[in-house]
């Protein structure tokens, strides 16, 4: 269960909102689930005349009555509205269970007082699922107590995660978020980003860049390789240096190439997801001096071509047969071994490589196991470079080949990529079940999520292949189909030679 806090100061607005028709025509059903008074007597009417819209003044009068008794005392941002939202693949609840869900929660953010103190008037407002798929519920606080005394909070938000972890134990739900038990965060979508996203009928343009700055770590032996890995996948990429040192490359920034004359939309490496800062990027090459600003300029891809036909399927080919191993093999890794942060952070890579190879425009199951598995992977915000694995290094290599394959162009081609999603599908199912035994609920949950995303694909025996995205037209590279070959079957380049 996903808390998000805002604030406000006006009570009928946020009122007219919840019951209005939403931002997207979302607001179905709007309707009351619970509250500091029964239900039914808080209930707002419509108009008797049959109007569309709710008559609000009587509940607004009811919760705005505190703060007014509060005075001058009274907190300025006195509205405090929390929805609290469950992923997609959790389900839906019905009324009765949102309405428990919702006084636990504010009794235990304290809002319903105590012997020494009275409790503040809220609500709790239910509609149809939001814009994407999400059954949740808003809570309406007025921070003031019955008898006009100011709520002063303090790490409110923070609180309100450790609420819902508590709700999570207590109702049986599954735990999605790794950053509760310490990992980066991942910051959120906005409102704006997701309605310009539907108006085109796209993903948002973080999470396509989300994906495709993690496909281009895959395997990347060097920050210099990862840099020119993002280029030749299309996009901008800006570092940003030090005031002290220009030469000096402290952050970075990526873009997709507008359309026609419109400007790029620029989002920081650190705004894309937590272990996506460059910090948390260098980490993966510790010993490494970091390349100069004009390295990050010239930077570069060498494998600018894809394989043709056989070449490309004789890759999928090896790379599923070693994803079969490797899976046996992570599945033998006892839990708290050095090797899972590494194994694991390689995993979240090598499905972003094979989600880009499958769904080229980011939009399907495979991106949506992807993104929750890299969740699932996610580091401590302040943990050391992880220490060398076997595993991470094959891995590595897989996802080293699939970047010269490019996506499948017909259905013969995706029968035999399909081999690839399948063990792609069992590495996943294999880290969800090293997360549970490491006791890790929260990482195990993000991983389940992921394996979640991926049963219904391999339960129809298809997957999905992009025929719009355009292939370039190139002639037969034995060099590269035989490197591409060897990355994931070194037998293959002996054979090559001989």
Request: with cysteine; charged share 25%; aromatic share 4%.
């Amino acid at each position: 269960m996903i808390p998000k806090v805002t604030y406000g100061a006006r009570v009928r607005g946020l009122l007219e909102y919840l019951f209005g028709p939403g931002k997207a025509e979302e607001h179905v059903n709007p309707h009351l689930v619970a509250g500091y008074d029964d239900v039914a007597l808080l209930t707002p009417g419509r108009p008797e005349r049959g109007g569309e819209r709710w008559s609000l003044d009587e509940l607004a009068a009811r919760l705005d009555a505190p703060q007014i008794a509060a005075g001058e005392r009274g907190v300025k941002q006195y509205v405090w509205q929390c929805s609290l939202s469950l992923p997609a693949q959790e389900g839906q609840l019905d009324d009765a269970t949102w309405g428990r869900i919702a006084g636990r929660f504010v009794a235990e953010m304290g809002f319903t007082g105590d012997a020494e103190r009275a409790g503040c008037r809220w609500i709790a407002v239910r509609h149809g699922l939001s814009a994407r798929g999400n059954d949740h519920v808003h809570l309406v606080v007025t921070l003031a107590t019955e008898d006009g005394a100011p709520v002063w909070l303090r790490q409110d938000k923070r609180r309100s995660q450790q609420v819902a972890d508590l709700i999570e134990d207590e109702f049986g739900l599954g735990k999605w978020t790794p950053g509760r038990a310490g990992a980066t965060r991942r910051p959120e979508l906005t409102r704006p980003e997701v309605e310009r996203a539907r108006r085109v009928d796209q993903a948002p343009d973080r999470e396509l860049l989300r994906r495709q700055v993690r496909a281009a770590l895959a395997g990347a032996g060097s920050e210099a390789e990862w840099v020119a890995r993002m280029r030749a996948a299309g996009l901008l990429v800006a570092a940003r240096t030090a005031a002290t040192d220009r030469d000096q490359v402290v952050g970075y920034a990526v873009a997709l190439r507008p359309a026609g004359a419109s400007k790029p939309r620029w989002y920081a490496g650190r705004s894309l997801d937590g272990d996506l800062s460059l910090p948390q990027i260098r980490k993966r090459w510790p010993d490494a001096p970091p390349p100069p600003a004009a390295q990050w300029k010239t930077a570069d891809s060498a494998e600018s071509t894809t394989l043709r036909g056989e070449d490309r399927m004789a890759v999928w080919r090896s790379s599923a047969a070693a994803l079969e191993a490797i899976s046996g093999r992570l599945a033998g890794v006892a839990p708290g071994s050095p090797q899972w942060p590494a194994a694991a952070r390689a995993s979240a890579d090598l499905l972003a490589r094979v989600a880009a190879v499958t769904e080229p425009s980011g939009r399907g199951p495979l991106t949506r196991a992807a993104d929750a598995l890299a969740r699932a992977a996610a580091p401590p915000r302040r943990a050391p470079a992880p220490a060398a694995s076997t595993i991470a290094a094959e891995l590595g290599r897989v996802a080293d080949a699939l970047m010269v394959t490019g996506p499948a162009r017909d259905g013969g081609e995706a029968a035999v990529l399909l081999a690839v999603v399948v063990q792609a599908a069992r590495l996943v199912v294999a880290l969800a079940e090293l997360r549970a035994a490491e006791q890790q609920a929260h990482a195990a949950g993000a991983a389940a999520r992921a394996a979640a995303h991926l049963m219904p694909l391999l339960a129809q025996g298809a997957v999905h292949v992009e025929r719009d995205v355009p292939v370039p037209r190139v002639g037969r590279d034995e060099p590269n189909a035989a490197r591409a070959r060897a990355r994931v079957d070194p037998a293959a380049d002996q054979q090559t030679q001989r």
